[in-house]
């Protein structure tokens, strides 16, 4: 059995489809999805039914991000905000009118059941974001981290630098990377480091490569390292910006 990884989707469910296609999935793989499924490009809710029904014939788990929330809540309220609206909220309310899945309740209850984070029976955690407590994910004072946290990132590619250096030291471990035997994350595009490929940082994998704006969708065999790609997701969709 196969387990894959795949990056922060926003709304891109022709990306989606062919990196699946690409990754040659079956029913014996099981798929971590990292969260931000939608907000971006304009078919969220196709992404979302397409999620749906994968999770009926594959082994899936659903991580929520932190645009998932924002839709979630307008699902269940009608609520926005003008941060959402910016950063592909507009999209994604257009594309549930449109398609008329506006009242799905089933929509509402993927959202709903949507979680935190996943830790494998190997010690490997997938999250959204990150957390900051020191004593590990299970013990985060502040849950919106999970969704919103850059400094596990940002402790990664530090602590990169220090073992490049080969200065690295117990001490110099970060206390959070010590609970767990990889960490896989979405949230921060590689493209903002001029990257469209994962980025392994110590013991962190970055899988957000840049599907919501100028990058590809990602999928990535964490047992192997292999991995697979869409085409660039603004070529998918020509007359669309993006979260640009």
Same mark, same amino acid.
């Given at each position: 059995? =196969?387990?894959?990884? $795949?990056? #922060? ?5 022709? +990306? ?9 999935? !079956? ?8 969260? *931000? ?39 269940? !309220?009608? +609520?926005?905000?003008?941060? %959402? ?7 994604? $309310? ?7 899945? $506006? ?12 979680? #935190?984070?996943?830790?494998? #029976? ?25 969704? %919103?946290? =850059?400094?596990? %990132? ?46 392994? +940082? ?18 990535? *065999?964490?047992?192997?390292? *292999?991995? %697979?790609?869409? *085409? ?13």
């Amino acid at each position: 059995m =196969r387990i894959l990884v $795949i990056g #922060d989707i926003h709304g891109g469910y022709k +990306a989606l489809k062919q990196v699946l296609e690409r990754a040659n999935i !079956t029913s014996d793989d099981k798929l971590i999805f990292l969260g *931000d499924y939608i907000d971006g490009w304009s078919e969220a809710a196709e992404t979302i039914n397409y999620l749906i029904s994968l999770s009926n014939t594959h082994k899936c788990v659903f991580i929520k991000g932190n645009h998932d929330i924002w839709c979630e809540l307008w699902l269940k !309220t009608g +609520a926005t905000n003008p941060i %959402w609206l910016a950063h592909g909220g507009k999209e994604t $309310i257009e594309s549930y009118i449109t398609s008329g899945l $506006i009242t799905s309740q089933t929509h509402k209850d993927f959202f709903k059941k949507l979680q #935190d984070y996943y830790i494998d #029976d190997q010690n490997r955690l997938f999250i959204h974001a990150g957390f900051t407590s020191m004593h590990g994910v299970e013990k985060e004072e502040y849950k919106s981290n999970y969704y %919103w946290d =850059r400094t596990l %990132w940002e402790s990664a590619l530090l602590a990169e630098k220090v073992a490049e250096k080969e200065l690295q030291s117990e001490d110099a471990i970060p206390m959070r990377f010590q609970h767990y035997k990889e960490i896989y994350i979405g949230h921060t595009a590689t493209t903002n480091y001029k990257k469209t490929k994962p980025i392994k +940082a110590y013991t962190l994998w970055n899988i957000d490569t840049g599907a919501g704006f100028t990058g590809k969708l990602t999928a990535l *065999d964490i047992n192997t390292k *292999d991995y %697979w790609q869409s *085409d660039f997701v603004k070529e998918l969709y020509p007359t669309e910006k993006g979260r640009n």
